[in-house]
């Protein structure tokens, strides 16, 4: 297996949605964001240093925010690519990141059940939400806040 560091562009992408999809509160406040923003971040860090045997710090979490409301698929990928990049040590089932990155998926299905379901492919199910061009379109890894952002339709 092998694992990135995502962006702090893409951690700023997932606070924003746990406050957009309610799994934690609006109202915290920036620096209870920017404390679990570093959270998610250090469990990044984790899966990657415990596969590389690195064990260089985690560098402080500098939280960009917005107001605007993210697309769901997009938020979607973000969880996907998050979960494959941190996963990867003995801890992260058990994680606080893992048990917020699960309640985030689950609230974005809850509120947009079109994107629910499963799709067979070539090599098995996978979420329907995975065989949409929208996630087709989404960069791997690099999202940032202005990447995931709700187009106008």
Same mark, same amino acid.
């Given at each position: 297996?092998?694992?990135?560091?995502? &962006?702090?562009? @893409?951690?700023? /992408?997932?606070?924003?949605?746990?406050?957009?999809?309610?799994?934690?509160?609006?109202?915290?406040?920036?620096?209870?964001?920017?404390?679990?923003?570093?959270?998610?971040?250090?469990?990044? @860090?984790?899966?990657? @240093?415990?596969? &590389?045997?690195?064990?260089?710090? +985690?560098?402080?979490? +500098? #939280?960009? =925010? +917005?107001?605007?409301?993210?697309?769901?698929?997009? /938020?979607?990928?973000? /969880?996907?690519?998050?979960?494959?990049?941190?996963?990867?040590? !003995?801890?992260?089932?058990? %994680?606080?990141?893992?048990?917020?990155?699960? &309640?985030?998926? *689950? =609230?974005?299905? *809850?509120? @947009?059940?079109?994107?629910?379901?499963? *799709?067979?492919? %070539?090599?098995?199910?996978?979420?329907?939400?995975?065989?949409? !061009?929208?996630?087709?379109?989404?960069?791997?890894?690099?999202?940032?806040? #202005?990447?995931? #952002?709700? #187009?106008?339709?």
């Amino acid at each position: 297996m092998s694992a990135l560091i995502v &962006s702090s562009g @893409h951690i700023d /992408v997932l606070v924003h949605a746990l406050t957009q999809y309610g799994v934690v509160p609006s109202d915290l406040g920036a620096d209870a964001l920017r404390d679990l923003g570093q959270m998610l971040w250090q469990e990044n @860090h984790t899966s990657v @240093h415990h596969l &590389s045997g690195d064990d260089s710090a +985690t560098p402080r979490y +500098t #939280r960009q =925010a +917005t107001t605007k409301p993210l697309d769901p698929i997009a /938020v979607l990928k973000a /969880v996907f690519v998050y979960d494959y990049q941190s996963r990867d040590h !003995p801890e992260w089932t058990g %994680s606080e990141a893992h048990a917020l990155m699960e &309640s985030l998926h *689950a =609230a974005i299905l *809850a509120q @947009h059940p079109d994107l629910d379901g499963t *799709a067979t492919v %070539s090599f098995g199910e996978i979420r329907r939400y995975r065989t949409l !061009p929208a996630w087709e379109n989404l960069p791997w890894g690099s999202t940032t806040l #202005r990447d995931a #952002r709700l #187009r106008s339709t």
